[in-house]
């Protein structure tokens, strides 16, 4: 080949030498240094919590050999005294192995983030495995499409025409299914930030249900009644979502009346009865009892109590207690709970006519 027979004349028999003597040289510093520095990243990584360093690790270990030597080649080019040709050649073979290490070094490290989130997923989301997985899938194909056109780039193609064809090829897809892709980037949303998780109970407007799965563009719920809901992401993001499965104590409030015929001494002792029964229960915190209102046909009550759990059996469970313990002692005390009742009073008039009864 002709261009190899200038090459070769152009340069002596001693410069080669040295030229691979570099490149050799260089490949295997670079050999020993990524050893080196794995070993003691590695050990730094065990005594850490953090994963960072680990990806780091993984990345330093998924060097090739083939960067190395274009590495060495660039090394041993500098030596040479090439023509310019020659050395922009060089130059664009060690930019494109460069560029594709580093696309492996960033398609390492996000494999290994998207394992270690499949991994936490399938322990405690299993329905998140998927969403994950896909994602992953689409940080790879941006990654790659970026480093092929690089590369292009650097081999003097120009790419101007294709990354606009793309672009308008993208804006095409993404009108065709943008309710897709706001459901797919509503999802995204619900995996970064978790507003909600797989078993937490939410109420989404009118309708209450615990959350069996979490999909790439939609969510489904299991109602109390037994049937299945199915929201899109993005709809349900817009919706307002009411999550009782963040709920770390409840608060409860109820009322009873008493008749008007109660004595004040037994309404000064019905606060602290109702503080009894509800510091007797397990798991609750009593915040007050207070005689609150005259009604129409009772004296009220207001009383104020925290149940220490989410679970709403749990709830049920303490509030029968307490009211059961509310009722034995008012019936000891020989208080009376109100229910409506209406009272007529009835007048004679002077000359021994009923008047109109009022009540």
């Given at each position: 080949m002709e261009w190899l027979d200038s090459l070769r004349d152009s340069i002596h028999r001693d410069e080669w030498l040295v030229a691979v003597a570099v490149m050799a040289g260089t490949v295997l510093v670079l050999r020993v240094l990524q050893w080196i520095v794995r070993r003691k990243l590695a050990k730094l990584a065990a005594r850490t919590p953090?994963?960072?360093?680990?990806?780091?690790?993984?990345?330093?270990?998924?060097?090739?050999?083939?960067?190395?030597?274009?590495?060495?080649?660039?090394?041993?080019?500098?030596?040479?005294?090439?023509?310019?040709?020659?050395?922009?050649?060089?130059?664009?073979?060690?930019?494109?192995?460069?560029?594709?290490?580093?696309?492996?070094?960033?398609?390492?490290?996000?494999?290994?983030?998207?394992?270690?989130?499949r991994k936490e997923a399938r322990e405690h989301e299993p329905a998140r495995v998927s969403t994950i997985a896909l994602l992953g899938f689409l940080a790879q194909v941006a990654l790659w499409t970026t480093v092929l056109l690089l590369i292009l780039a650097n081999l003097g193609i120009d790419i101007t025409a294709l990354v606009a064809g793309l672009g308008i090829g993208g804006v095409a897809v993404a009108l065709a299914v943008q309710n897709i892709l706001g459901d797919l980037f509503a999802s995204l949303s619900i995996i970064l930030d978790k507003?909600?998780?797989?078993?937490?109970?939410?109420?989404?407007?009118?309708?209450?249900?615990?959350?069996?799965?979490?999909?790439?563009?939609?969510?489904?719920?299991?109602?109390?009644?037994?049937?299945?809901?199915?929201?899109?992401?993005?709809?349900?993001?817009?919706s307002r979502i009411r999550n009782f499965g963040r709920m770390r104590e409840r608060r409860v409030v109820f009322k009873l009346g008493v008749t008007y015929q109660t004595p004040r001494d037994r309404l000064q002792e019905i606060p602290d009865m109702i503080r009894a029964a509800v510091e007797?229960?397990?798991?609750?915190?009593?915040?007050?009892?207070?005689?609150?209102?005259?009604?129409?046909?009772?004296?009220?009550?207001?009383?104020?109590?925290?149940?220490?759990?989410?679970?709403?059996?749990?709830?049920?469970?303490?509030?029968?207690?307490?009211?059961?313990?509310?009722?034995?002692?008012?019936?000891?005390?020989?208080?009376?709970?109100?229910?409506?009742?209406?009272?007529?009073?009835?007048?004679?008039?002077?000359?021994?006519?009923?008047?109109?009864?009022?009540?």
């Open positions: 953090t994963h960072w360093d680990d990806h780091a690790v993984t990345a330093i270990g998924s060097t090739r050999l083939l960067f190395l030597v274009a590495v060495g080649i660039y090394a041993g080019s500098l030596t040479l005294d090439l023509e310019p040709a020659y050395a922009s050649a060089v130059g664009t073979f060690t930019i494109i192995a460069l560029l594709l290490q580093g696309g492996a070094w960033v398609n390492t490290v996000i494999g290994d983030m998207i394992d270690e989130r507003p909600f998780v797989v078993g937490d109970f939410l109420a989404v407007g009118d309708f209450l249900g615990s959350v069996e799965h979490i999909g790439i563009k939609t969510t489904r719920l299991r109602s109390l009644s037994g049937e299945q809901l199915v929201f899109s992401n993005n709809d349900l993001l817009t007797a229960a397990d798991k609750t915190r009593f915040d007050r009892a207070h005689f609150s209102e005259y009604g129409n046909f009772s004296l009220n009550f207001e009383t104020v109590y925290y149940v220490l759990s989410n679970e709403f059996n749990v709830h049920m469970d303490i509030q029968q207690a307490i009211f059961l313990q509310i009722h034995e002692a008012f019936e000891k005390a020989g208080i009376e709970f109100a229910y409506p009742t209406q009272t007529l009073f009835m007048a004679r008039g002077d000359e021994g006519e009923e008047a109109a009864p009022a009540s």
